[in-house]
């Protein structure tokens, strides 16, 4: 590309709606294209960038947040720019953003939450699991959910991800525990009064297809005064998940071989528990008062479906669960913007390899891409969104070279948009004197940042850090 679009003489403009890992990862596969000449700016309705990975990861796994270090290696090269506080069909429209860039690449993630539609699923006391970690990481979006901690004894979890066992762990471990860690000030505040004792986490299929990691499941059994409580029956193998399971990767048999050593080991005399269950699912949430306080499970056997993964099959068998809060964990489902086609079955953008189309199955919308979440929905780890993003840049620079990308007609056109309508900005360089500043204020209070989750409260932190 040493002639034409991405040359010196021209270079591609590009922008990224939304800052979350796939972002970064897009906007360092863009930098590092050999022989491209490239602009790149990032977009960011919230003052603050990094998306889950500030947002979404789960207070006490500061190894993981640390990514963010990548991320402002990333941020370091002079040819990128970050634009936060900025909401795209608001603060610009998507015609505006057509207008000034070669290429868009929408990073904007599933900021909600799949229903399970069952009866009694909107009483008070059933919550998403999006917005319980929404609200103890601080994020803006949940600042204001309340979870009555103080009057729960037993939580049940639907669903056994990554994110229901960070929820598990985070509702039984020591607020003490939490307390030197980044967790939103109320958040910390409400789960040193919480009186939970159990967490049921509750499973649709068996124990051999459980999607939680065997360290996340590890973690929580290693924590002080919590046991991990299996029964026989549900950390049974059937036959047919014996024989897939044999085809699975080792982590899957690890975490089969931990839950049949606890169910082997017995029930411990310990203050907490996590119970899991298997093969059982919501069908109603019963109330008193406008509030949950049991759940009807339904239980089931497993099938193999045609290519031989066992699959759930619901049988005539009903028991009942007493609770006092739920907190669904069954998936994150992406929000559709005006503008962009939407996969409602998929809750994706509508997408092909990262391109996106004009409508679900239609031809490629030029210039529009997609990556992450809203590409493929709400799968993998955060370094999955590496290869991921590379691979719909490389489909971004294929449309480069044949030249089908956006013919933006004004140069720097966003910004100039963003400054006539005086839109008050968050720049690379307000992001950084905050990050300073939250790390400072942390440190005063002996953790290792104190996050305000407040929109407006950031914007004034930074307008008095600009001084």
Known sequence: MTQGLGSGNLPIRVCTVGSGP?????????????????????????????????????????????????????????????????????????????????????????????RLGVPGEDLAGVCSATEFVGWYNGHPDFRDRTFDLQRSRRVAVVGNGNVAMDCSRILLQSADRLADTDIADHALATLRQSSVTEVVLLGRRGPAQAAFSPKEIEEIAELPDVDVAVSAEDAHVDEHSAKWLETQARSAQRSVKFLQ?????????????????????????????????????????????????????????FTTLEVDLVLKAVGYRGVPLPGLAFDDRRGIIANLDGRVLDRVGGAARRGHYVVG???????????????????????????????????????????????????????????????????????????????????????????????
């Open 22 to 114: 796939s972002a970064f990862y897009a906007v360092e596969a863009l930098l590092k294209a050999s022989g491209l000449d490239v602009r790149v700016d990032m977009f960011e309705r919230l003052p603050t960038p990094f998306g889950l990975v500030r947002g979404g990861v789960a207070p006490d796994h500061q190894k993981i947040k640390s990514v963010s270090k990548v991320y402002d290696k990333i941020a370091e090269d002079p040819r990128f720019r970050f634009f936060g506080n900025v909401r795209i069909g608001k603060d610009l429209t998507i015609e505006q953003l057509e207008r000034s860039y070669h290429a868009i690449v929408w990073a904007i993630g599933c900021e909600s939450d799949n």
């Open 261 to 317: 050593e606890c169910a082997a080991r017995g029930p411990q005399d310990r203050k907490k528990r996590l119970t899991c269950r298997f093969l059982v699912a919501p069908v109603a949430f019963e109330g008193d008062g406008g509030r949950v306080r049991a759940i009807t499970l339904q239980h089931a056997a497993l099938d193999l479906d045609k290519d031989g993964t066992p699959r759930a099959r619901p049988i005539d068998r």
């Open 373 to 467: 979440w809203a590409k493929r929905g709400p799968t993998g780890l955060v370094g999955t969104n590496s290869p991921d993003s590379k691979a719909t840049v490389e489909q971004l620079l294929q449309d480069v070279r044949a030249a089908t990308t956006l013919a933006p007609t004004v140069e720097g056109g966003a910004e100039k948009a963003l400054r006539a309508a005086n839109l008050d900005f968050v720049t690379w360089q307000d992001w950084q004197r905050l990050d300073a500043h939250e790390r400072a204020q942390g440190q005063d209070r002996g953790k290792v940042r104190h996050k305000e989750p407040d929109v407006a409260a950031l914007l004034q932190a930074v307008r008095a850090l600009r001084k």
